[in-house]
């Protein structure tokens, strides 16, 4: 018979270095610090994140300095890459994190946040490889601007926002909160998350190009929101290296159980 008592659950805690089949409980092995720990798929989602972002930065300046815009489209387009394949282990780690370590693999459970917040996430990176993949040729009509290079961006942002908010109220144990509770540093890759998200929203409305005059409506603010977009990511990516190589919680994820009152 069960013990009466309550038992906590760290989803986030338990997939990034509990005993998910991915993460797969154990301390920091030898030689493993934050700025090296290949062996660890958390850690590789970081650093390719962080190279995904200082990217998207890089074709912001590009634009922000009157540069070449099929150059800063080819650096766009190659952050995006590796902002996919970075979005790809966080879904793969949130398929394999059951609550035991033999919980089925590849499990179907969109009513998780952490399943729903990274499937959201990868889709909106696929759509972010298809709008600066579309946004390389030059000389588009407006039409064809906003049809192949704008409605994916907007919906990719679209995707980002609502990954984010789920990952950040799931930091917040369920409601997003202003001020941390629990896990700080879950909270913090949250709220920078979430900023990023903000910003690459703003840059998809600013990029909308107006038929009647066939410019954008704020090619500036666009490359600025995207800048700050992607230095919100960056900092989040770099939070997920010191993350990645943190003990695991207790009992794998499992929190002692409390009590029932």
Known sequence: MRPAGRIEWTSRAHRKRGAGRIARARRPGAGERWWWAPRRLAWWIGVLFAAGSALFAAGAGVDLAGG?????????????IFFTTAAAGQFAE?????????????????????????AVQLVGTVLFNVNTALAIPQGLSARQEDALVWAPDAVGSA????????????????RVRLRA???????????????GSVLFAVSAAAALVLPSTGAALDDGLASLATLGGAIGFLAGALLLLPESVAAPPAAAGLASAAPAR
Do not use: K
Request: with cysteine; proline share 1%; hydrophobic share 55%.
């Open 68 to 80: 070449d815009a099929a150059v800063a489209a080819v650096v766009y387009f190659s952050g995006s």
């Open 94 to 118: 949130a398929l394999n994190a059951g609550r035991t370590s033999g919980g089925r693999r590849w499990a179907w459970a969109p009513r998780r946040a952490d399943w729903l917040a990274t």
């Open 159 to 174: 995707c980002f926002l609502i990954a984010s908010w789920v990952a950040w109220a799931e930091a917040c144990g369920g």
């Open 181 to 195: 509770r629990g896990d700080v540093l879950e909270w913090r890759i949250g709220a920078a998350n979430m900023a």
